[in-house]
Structures are given as structure tokens and as C-alpha cells.
Antibody
């Protein structure tokens, strides 16, 4: 059973950057695809991007192009999501999520990380 | 990018009743790459259905999915108290997109 454990809540100033981690256990990290999804307060789910650690290739949703960087450290089985030029609208819970099998939907989810952007 | 529109926004039902949730796509969803998730307050989403109609591991058989192309449906045959939650559809052909959600509330 795969477990995804995320870093803790964070508060950031507008214009700064945030980096959230997602540590995987219970499987072979290189075989995962790690996705990032966010949810603003009271709102729906928004897919941000993903990384395939074995290839080191990341894909990003158009809304985040240029502000989002997703990386992975295979030695620690940890994926990272870094969002820059933060604004108040980026206040949200950020989730990492991963498929289990061939279907690229999200069987496994991290517990979520609340990022608050406030001056 | 495929836009998913869910209806209704809120469904008010009593335990034991049948729930029918709709998800319509702006263009055809390839290979039935359509999933449904349940989310309860303060929790991460949980995968219910993938491939439009296959139940994920451990999901009770009162949950069923159907549809193809642009029209998909999640049916909960008899609502249990723990089923009152928000439900999202997702298409997982790149880029992945979600519907805006349907809240199933107790009437």
C-alpha cells in the first residue's frame, strides 16, 4: 500500500515562493507518477501538473506555466512542488496524488498541505 | 483542454434514496478516461470509479458509473449516511481536468 506524506502548513507573503514536499513509501518510487492538485477554500479541485520520476519529466497545466516547478528526488522518494510569485488567490490546500496501475487516475493521495498567502 | 460540467450543483436526498449525478464533457473523453471521486470535509478525495464504470478497490457495489463519449453518470443506488459528501468527475487525458463538483446533502 502506497503512502504519500506531505510537509506541513505554510504561510507566505505575496510575491514569494513556496515549496511543498511529498514523500512516498510502500512501493517503488521510480514507478510512480506524482501529480499535484490544489483546492482553494470552498472550491473545487484543480490539476496543476505531474512528474514521472524515472524519466525526470514534468508536465504543467497551462494556468501554471512559468510559475510552477515540480521535481523529484529518487534517493529520498520525495517529490516537490514549488510555486513562485505567490498571490492571495494561491491560498489553497495542495495535494500530491498518484495512480496505482495503468489507469492514470489518482488512487493514492497525500493528506494535503495548506498554503496561506497573506501580507 | 476538456471542460467538465457537473449537474446538479446540489442534490438533496434522504438516506435510502437513489442518487444520480451527471458529468458532461466539452469534447469526447478518449478511452473512457473518466473517474469519479468522493470528498468529505477536511479529507483528501477518494477514488470511486475509473474507466467510466470500474469500481476502485474497496468501493461498495452501491456505487456505479456509466457513460461514454461526452456524457457520464455516477449512481448511488441506496444512500448510506456516510455517502453524503461532494463528488467530482475527472477526465485523465492530458491535461487532467475536474468538474466543479456535486454536493449530495441530507434532505
Amino acid at each position: 500500500q502506497v503512502q504519500l506524506v506531505q510537509s506541513g502548513a505554510d504561510v507566505k507573503k505575496p510575491g514569494s515562493s513556496v515549496k511543498v514536499s511529498c514523500k512516498a513509501s510502500g512501493g517503488t518510487f521510480s514507478n510512480y507518477t506524482i501529480n499535484w492538485v490544489r483546492q482553494a477554500p470552498g472550491q473545487g479541485l484543480e490539476w496543476m501538473g505531474r512528474i514521472i520520476p524515472i524519466l525526470g519529466i514534468a508536465n504543467y497545466a497551462q494556468n501554471f506555466q512559468g510559475r510552477l516547478t515540480i521535481t523529484a528526488d529518487k534517493s529520498t522518494s520525495t517529490a516537490y512542488m514549488e510555486l513562485s510569485s505567490l498571490r492571495s488567490e494561491d491560498t489553497a490546500v495542495y495535494y500530491c496524488a498518484s495512480p496505482k496501475g495503468r489507469e492514470p487516475c489518482f488512487d493514492y493521495w497525500g493528506q494535503g498541505t495548506l498554503v496561506t498567502v497573506s501580507s | 483542454e476538456i471542460v467538465l460540467t457537473q449537474s446538479p450543483g446540489t442534490l438533496s436526498l434522504s438516506p435510502g434514496e437513489r442518487a444520480t449525478l451527471s458529468c458532461r464533457a466539452s469534447q469526447s473523453v478518449s478511452s473512457s478516461y473518466l473517474a469519479w471521486y468522493q470528498q468529505k470535509p477536511g479529507q483528501a478525495p477518494r477514488l470511486l470509479i475509473y474507466g467510466a464504470s470500474s469500481r476502485a478497490t474497496g468501493i461498495p457495489d452501491r456505487f456505479s458509473g456509466s457513460g461514454s463519449g461526452t456524457d457520464f453518470t455516477l449512481t448511488i443506488s441506496r444512500l448510506e449516511p456516510e455517502d453524503f459528501a461532494v463528488y467530482y468527475c475527472q477526465q485523465y487525458g492530458s491535461p487532467w481536468t475536474f468538474g466543479q463538483g456535486t454536493k449530495v446533502e441530507i434532505k
